[in-house]
T-cell receptor, first 113, second 116 residues
Framework: KQEVTQIPAALSVPEGENLVLNCSFT??????LQWFRQDPGKGLTSLLL???SQREQTSGRLNASLDKSSGRSTLYIAASQPGDSATYLC????????????WGLGTSLAVNP | DTGVSQNPRHKITKRGQNVTFRCDPI?????LYWYRQTLGQGPEFLTY????????KSRLLSDRFSAERPKGSFSTLEIQRTEQGDSAMYLC??????????????FGSGTQLSVL
């Protein structure tokens, strides 16, 4: 059974720092991996999607990497800003089932001015 | 169309009452999902539609829950005889058919249900 774990559960950094959020999954047979952002009391915003055949995706100050064989993904945020404060969740589709995302519990990020 | 729309944003109800939520997906998206999320948890899959067909339903979903997407556009999620354990954020998401970048999910802002 696929399980997704995110470490750390919470992170507090000063503005301007580069930071890394970690996501691991137990079954490497994934279809793709997605990173989402969630603001308190709100829905989720898709940030990056990495196909199983890809190694990384970039969008602005965000870079997500995928090492499928080791069951790991990282989300790198460069030059963090207070507006980046949110919960970041990763989720995977298992290979053969792209209907149901398997979710981590998220990392709650606070960027302090 | 600016995104996935959910109504209402908040719903407070008494235990035992029925509630219905509505989701309007992005217009060209034929795939629609319902998730439930409680504080500090990741979203929990409830059900999935492709056009008007409900193709998958979580085994965790009791028979008090029913979802429809009658014309393959908007969807409704009904909870009958609500219980306090139903209190959660109910999220709707949609995406087009296809692979690759089309597999990105677009979420609405959710309906926060509180059962007193």
């Amino acid at each position: 059974k696929q399980e997704v774990t995110q470490i750390p559960a919470a992170l507090s950094v000063p503005e301007g720092e580069n930071l890394v959020l970690n996501c691991s999954f137990t079954d490497s047979a994934i279809y793709n991996l997605q990173w989402f952002r969630q603001d308190p009391g709100k829905g989720l915003t898709s940030l990056l999607l990495i196909q199983s055949s890809q190694r990384e995706q970039t969008s602005g100050r965000l870079n997500a990497s995928l090492d499928k064989s080791s069951g790991r993904s990282t989300l790198y945020i460069a030059a963090s800003q207070p507006g980046d404060s949110a919960t970041y969740l990763c989720a995977v589709y298992n290979a053969g089932n792209n209907r149901k995302l398997i979710w981590g519990l998220g990392t709650s990020l606070a960027v302090n001015p | 169309d600016t995104g996935v729309s959910q109504n209402p944003r908040h719903k407070i109800t008494k235990r035992g009452q029925n509630v219905t939520f509505r989701c309007d997906p992005i217009s060209e998206h034929n795939r629609l999902y319902w998730y439930r999320q409680t504080l500090g948890q990741g979203p929990e899959f409830l059900t999935y539609f492709q056009n008007e067909a409900q193709l998958e339903k979580s085994r965790l979903l009791s028979d008090r829950f029913s979802a429809e997407r009658p014309k393959g556009s908007f969807s409704t999620l009904e909870i009958q005889r609500t219980e306090q354990g139903d209190s959660a954020m109910y999220l709707c998401a949609s995406r087009p058919s296809g692979a690759g970048i089309d597999e990105k999910l677009f979420f609405g802002s959710g309906t926060q249900l509180s059962v007193l």
